[in-house]
């Protein structure tokens, strides 16, 4: 008969686990609220329970032997389930509460994420949002979000996924613009027209506008009159009347709604399907993740898992 851990053992595998991830005794005793020195007790007693090294220890660093980094990789993958099994006991019996960390993109935020919340909280009173805006990835266990939206294909990722209903790419513009300068019944005729495009932050290079033609789909970089590297600053000068511009329909739908703008070359918009939702595996059983995951698809589409495709 093998034998059983027991909790001295435990203990002494979740303080290694903690000093291995954090580089010290001392950082680790902080995140286990413990003194550095119970924290060094612990993980000798496991030293000699197992019969090995699983530090090299100096003055100034403390470094995971080869058989140490072996065993941080498995302790690692035993703390990971254990947290598992106690968010799923916790979901089965709790209700959304807490914070509820949401990452996008400034354009999905403003015109897709940020619209739902006053929805959202009168559904879920005890539950308060931290929405962060920005282009920029994040790390989901460093700065502790709970879901993300995305814009654009995706990496493959671990991270469990659904992409949000498709929208479409068309050219919008005011009705005041239109009056005097008339609608172009093609895309090529908007070289007659005054655009405006987008130039990508990351890249510095300009959008180029996409149109379904004859049930092909081609592109057209227009001679812009006018550059901005902010949608929102795009949608505002095209209300002015600035000129033609593209939009994607979940952004531009607030000002045709108010009757600021009009769809443009409206047959020739296309189609995407590139809105993805991302949350970790440890979150699957988390009840405010879930409420909110039920409010963006309402029964939607279906989950799933490991890649993005």
Known sequence: MKEQIGIESLTGLIAFARAGSLG???AAARALSVSPSAVS???????????????????????????????????????QTAEEIEQAAKAARSE??????????????????????MKWRQQQPNVQVDLRLSDEPVDFVEE???VAVRIGELPDSSLLSRRLPAY????????????????????????????INLRYKSSGQLFRWPFRVCEKEIEILPSASLVMDASEAILSAMSTGAGIGMASSFMAKSWVARGELVPVLAEYAVERQNLTV?????????????????????GGSRERSHTIN
């Open 96 to 117: 959304p509460h807490g914070t509820l960390r949401i990452a996008t993109s400034l354009p999905v935020g403003l015109h897709l994420i940020a619209p739902m919340l």
């Open 168 to 195: 479409q790419l068309c050219c919008y513009a005011s009705p005041n613009y239109l009056n005097k300068r008339g609608i172009p019944s093609h895309p090529h005729q908007l070289v007659e027209h005054e655009t």
């Open 278 to 298: 991302l949350w970790p595996e440890s979150r699957r059983s988390n009840p405010t993740v879930r409420a909110f995951l039920d409010m963006l698809f309402s």
């Open 24 to 26: 010290s005794y001392t």
């Open 41 to 79: 007790k612990s993980i000798q007693r496991l030293e000699r329970h197992l019969g090995l090294v699983l530090f090299t220890r100096t003055t100034r660093s403390l470094t995971l032997t080869p058989e140490g980094r072996d065993l941080h990789e498995r302790v690692l993958r035993l703390l």
């Open 144 to 146: 502790g979000i709970d």
